[in-house]
């Protein structure tokens, strides 16, 4: 692995496993625990009334598993720019006066503009699915709400004036964690796929030495014999 993409790995995957395990774990936690709470009130005041939310969860699950997959491959490819970013960042301070002697600055400049470009792309997609797969589940709340809204208010139901408060109540509460949970879903896959690249750098085989030849005593003499070296495209 070369250097840049050894820096990325220290600096911005591991931050995003950081994130991933910190914040995101907390709202998860916090957040799952209230969305139960208020299934479980609802199912205890109206369970009849409740099932119409066990109706949308199929589609949401398959778009929460669309949304995840997706954000993973962004993912990588996210860390694959960022790593390329590292490495050119990392060439042009280590060679700035080489670059300078060979006039390569605009050359260096165009190579990093376009990575940078690249990456920007790369978050744009996962800026977007995030937002579909978020638009999409307040979209199919809103049905089971609707649905329940209406079944409350037709006089066969005798649905009394606190049961009805009760129910207003909790749906109107059960957005928030709903929509919670689906934003942290990006910093999640993102920790997911950044946590992969760090173990694959932890658990490569190390370096062997394959060397035959042993020496006794090195003198340290080096000769340079028709030696050359030039830039492409200078």
Not at 143 to 165: C, D, K, N, R
Request: proline share 3%.
């Amino acid at each position: 692995t070369h250097s840049g993409g050894m820096i990325s790995t220290l600096i911005y995957n591991i931050e995003r496993i950081s994130l991933a395990t910190s914040d995101t774990l907390l709202v998860v936690l916090r957040e799952g625990a209230y969305l139960i709470g208020l299934m479980v009130v609802m199912l205890v005041v109206s369970w009849k009334l409740t099932l119409f939310f066990f109706v949308v969860l199929p589609p949401i699950l398959a778009m929460v598993k669309w949304t995840s997959s997706r954000m993973q491959r962004y993912s990588t490819e996210q860390q694959a720019t960022m790593a390329g970013i590292t490495s050119l960042a990392e060439q042009g301070f280590r060679g700035h006066q080489v670059i300078k002697l060979s006039c390569s600055q605009a050359r260096e400049s165009k190579r990093f503009f376009q990575a940078l470009r690249r990456n920007r792309h790369q978050q744009m997609k996962c800026v977007v699915t995030s937002a579909i797969g978020g638009g999409f589940v307040q979209m199919m709340l809103g049905l089971p709400i609707a649905s329940i809204m209406y079944v409350v208010t037709l006089p066969s139901m005798h649905v009394s004036p606190g049961t009805f408060t009760v129910i207003v109540t909790c749906m109107v509460s059960i957005l928030r964690p709903f929509r919670r949970l689906s934003t942290v879903n990006q910093a999640i896959q993102e920790g997911i796929t950044s946590s992969r690249s760090v173990f694959e750098v932890l658990d490569a085989d190390e370096e062997q030495d394959t060397g035959t030849v042993a020496l006794s005593k090195a003198k340290g003499a080096l000769c340079f014999d028709c030696v050359s070296f030039c830039y492409a495209e200078t």
